[in-house]
């Protein structure tokens, strides 16, 4: 199956360290630095889980460098602080085609490397079916078009951006889907960040496996319950995807 991907991507880094004392000269905790983790984030991680999925993935995305710094105490895991180092991302101008696609992805973080008018461009050119996860109070309405969101973006939402294909992540409630709740797998968390991209990417592969959206739901939540059970972003393992389909 051929999908094309279209978003923001960063680079992650992870560095772990010790906080033993507070700083005299303020209220802060002082780290003792350790290992750094180096990894691929918010787009690029959508396209390494589609790739784990054995989808052949065309991907377009910034060649702008955003670097996302978290630094992380090791005995208690807890996120200490992040620091973003974000660059201009130039926008995609050229066109689009979408015709010898199976699907099409959005992972827009609105970093800038997609308008809201080319997301409505790409839609509007697509007959096959489309994915949008998006940070944008406007966001399309068409029939084959399912898009994703959480909580926040949905009540970001313009209250004019009707859309049918609603999908809206509720973290470990689950997600609903046409005023039905889909429950989330219950796991112990450890960290959240990627698993939206992690829903995101098994939706996709579900839907193109299944045909049926309620089928993709599923198994997005049973994806993403294996990514928060890990440290940073996570990227399915070939054990991982064998169980999602027994």
């Known amino acids: 199956m051929k999908v094309l991907l279209l978003g923001d991507s960063c680079e992650d880094e992870y560095i772990y360290g010790n906080c033993d004392r507070i700083s005299p000269e303020a209220p802060v905790p002082v780290m003792n630095l350790g290992r750094v983790e ?11 889980n589609l790739q784990a999925f054995n989808l052949d993935i065309t991907f377009l995305t910034n060649t702008e460098k955003i670097i996302k710094t978290r630094f992380i105490d090791e005995k208690s895991n807890y996120q200490i602080l992040r620091v973003d180092d974000e660059k201009r991302i130039k926008p995609l101008m050229i066109p689009v085609m979408t015709n010898s696609f199976d699907a099409v ?8 490397y997609l308008s809201t008018e080319k997301i409505f ?18 966001l399309p309405n068409k029939s084959n078009c399912y898009v994703k969101i959480n909580d926040k973006e949905y009540s970001n939402l313009d ?5 049918d294909n609603l999908i ?20 112990k968390v450890r960290d959240v960040v990627g698993a939206g991209d992690t829903f995101l990417s098994a939706l996709v592969f579900g839907y193109l496996r299944y045909q049926d959206i309620n089928k993709a739901i599923v198994l997005g939540n049973k994806a993403a319950a294996i990514a928060v059970q890990q440290p940073g ?10 169980g999602l389909l027994e």
């Open 121 to 138: 461009e790409i839609v509007e050119g697509s007959s096959c079916p489309v994915f949008i996860d998006s940070k944008k109070s406007i």
């Open 233 to 242: 972003t996570y990227v399915l393992s070939q054990t991982d995807i064998n």
């Open 105 to 112: 992805v959005i992972s827009d973080y609105n970093k800038g």
């Open 38 to 48: 180096t990894k691929t984030g918010m787009a690029g991680n959508v396209c390494l």
């Open 168 to 187: 809206i992540t509720q973290g470990s409630e689950g997600c609903l889907f046409n005023r039905t709740l889909y429950p989330a797998e219950k796991v």
């Open 159 to 163: 209250e004019r951006c009707h859309i």
